[in-house]
């Protein structure tokens, strides 16, 4: 039977971040690069939203604006009813270069409670928290091991149960399993959303990889190129019980997949949204990819 819509069940929950128009323009010296041009879209309470669009699109831009990291020229990023002036104590993100991220003078352990000692919780909550984390990344068994002493993608799962251990109502990941071989990220991708599942936490993936983007999202919003604006978002229906075999080989993943690699594809030529077409100040052809 197939599972409740993205847009059915967007309809029914609550919005926990807020993307309003953000523009941004980097200003050099003489010169300045209008990056993101207008981006504005939602995400519920609980959703799992990929983000793909070619190399260049603004991906980034747009993760450092959501994280705090970055100020919008124009707009706004509105997390629970607060808008975003630095980074959120409720959002958390899990970064490509794991081997940067993790301390190697510290042991699985102290890793994952770092944040939480930073944040005073007590010595009590903070071992419940981190044992949690690290059970539900499967790494119960190395609690005392050096990150050196890991593969890379049992060092990603690390990160990835840092991030869980503090309780974000926003967990964001950029490109997180870039770096490792194939087989390792299928399993970490099935690792993703069996923990959002699990924690019921909103989860902002980026990527990409639009094969990724359809296994793992209930939503793919595929980014047009520079000066960057949504291009197209996209409910994927597939059932919420998703295998790397048996989903990746049905003829809807596959139809999926066709659709975002052709928004992709578009994107890529510097196509624009239709609702750009009439606005003032853009052509067609004005697309500085
Ligand atoms: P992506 O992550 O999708 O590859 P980015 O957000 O890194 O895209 O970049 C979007 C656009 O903004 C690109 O044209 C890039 O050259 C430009 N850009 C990114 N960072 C800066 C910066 N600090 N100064 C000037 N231009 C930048």
């Known amino acids: 039977m197939m599972s409740e819509t993205a847009t059915e069940k967007r309809t029914t929950t609550v919005p926990v971040l807020d993307v309003r128009g953000v523009k941004k323009v980097y200003a050099g010296s003489g010169r300045s690069v209008e990056a993101v041009r ?3 879209f939602e995400v519920s309470s609980g959703e799992l939203v990929c983000i793909v669009g070619p190399s260049g699109a603004g991906k980034t831009t747009l993760l450092r604006c959501i994280a705090g990291l970055l100020e919008p020229t124009e707009g706004e990023v509105v997390l629970e009813g607060e808008t975003v002036t630095g980074p959120p104590s409720d959002m958390a993100v899990v970064f490509q270069e794991y081997g ?3 301390f190697p003078w510290m042991t699985v352990q102290q890793n994952v409670e770092l944040p939480l000692k930073a944040r005073r ?9 981190v044992a949690d984390a690290l059970d539900a990344v499967g790494l119960s068994d190395v609690t005392h091991a050096h990150p050196w002493q890991l593969s890379g993608g049992m060092q990603q799962r690390v990160a990835i149960a840092r991030a869980v251990a503090y309780g974000p109502k926003v967990l964001m990941m950029d490109e997180p399993f870039a770096a490792v071989d194939a087989q390792t990220r299928a399993d970490l991708e099935d690792l993703v959303r069996s923990i959002w599942k699990r924690l019921g936490v909103t989860v902002l993936f980026v990527t990409h990889d639009i094969d990724e983007s359809v296994y793992l999202g209930e939503r793919v919003l595929v980014l047009s190129s520079s000066p960057t604006v949504i291009l197209e978002d996209v409910a994927i229906d597939l059932p919420d019980e998703r295998t790397q075999l048996e989903t990746r080989s049905s003829p809807r993943f596959s139809e999926l997949r066709s659709e975002v690699y052709e928004l992709v594809q578009r994107a890529k030529r510097g196509e624009r949204p239709r609702s750009e077409d009439s606005s003032a100040g853009s052509s067609p052809e004005d697309t500085g990819a």
């Open 38 to 40: 207008d981006l504005t």
């Open 100 to 102: 940067r991220s993790l």
């Open 121 to 129: 919780t007590p010595r009590g909550e903070r071992d419940a928290r």
